[in-house]
């Protein structure tokens, strides 16, 4: 074998090892060069190929490479594992963890609101629009002496104890997980001061929660409340009847 034979023998396995290095790194690597500002939610229809899943991807500047993407998906056999479903991508991930989060399967959380003053009946219509839960079911729930025994929530109905906040509820939660979170929310928030005070005025935690919505209900405006509460709390400092 003369030096030329040899020389392009060399040649041809440096440019193997070169280009396999290269595309190890197009597959393996994360480009962290860009940063989402938020979160990018990406649905993949059932019955996509792995072209189509590639595509959808690319226009969510997701993937940079897409016929890399897809030979690599073909090769491993993980083209006939990617799932179709909605997912959530907080940061950039590497092609291969791409191809492998694709594969679980996903869902997403989905972020609602629910307003001070809200009712149980009306946040079951909002769980309803959003979650997609019966809005009956939610009510029948939140009126479940055993869910509620178990959440130690103490009155007959969880009305009251489901705090007002935006929450981030994964898809496909049910109405059981949702009222025990929004509870869960509302021990967090309730202060060891609180309670003190209810002590002083001889309050049990029912009746703090059913003169909050005394008042809630009583105010047209929200810089009525104080107003009203200030009644209320000198007719139990009193002795009278609240009378509402």
């Not at 491993?76 to 092609?95: H, V, Y």
């Not at 810089?223 to 009644?231: A, F, G, K, L, W």
């Amino acid at each position: 074998m003369n030096r030329k034979i040899k020389y392009a023998i060399w040649l041809v396995i440096s440019i193997v090892i070169l280009l396999c290095i290269g595309l190890g790194y197009i597959i393996f690597a994360v480009d962290t060069s860009q940063s989402f500002p938020k979160p990018i939610y990406v649905e993949i229809p059932q019955g996509a190929n792995t072209n189509q899943v590639a595509e959808i991807l690319l226009y969510y500047g997701l993937l940079k490479y897409p016929k890399i993407f897809v030979y690599t998906a073909m090769i491993t056999g993980m083209d006939k594992k990617i799932r179709a479903g909605k997912f959530r991508f907080d940061e950039p991930i590497s092609l291969w963890e791409l191809i492998k989060k694709l594969s679980r399967g996903g869902s997403f959380d989905i972020t609602i609101t629910v307003p001070e003053g809200f009712t149980i009946y009306k946040i079951a219509g909002l769980v309803h629009r959003e979650l997609g839960i019966d809005s009956i079911e939610f009510i029948a729930e939140c009126q479940n002496k055993e869910l509620l025994r178990k959440l130690k929530i103490p009155g007959p109905t969880a009305e009251g104890f489901l705090f007002p906040e935006t929450y981030d509820f994964p898809e496909g939660i049910d109405a059981d997980s949702i009222i025990s979170i929004m509870f869960g929310e509302f021990r967090r928030r309730w202060k060891p001061q609180y309670s003190a005070r209810a002590e002083s005025l001889k309050l049990s935690l029912l009746d703090v929660v059913t003169l909050a919505s005394i008042i809630e209900s009583e105010a047209h405006r929200k810089s009525e409340q104080p107003i009203i509460s200030s009644v209320y709390h000198n007719r139990l400092k009193l002795g009278m009847m609240l009378q509402a």
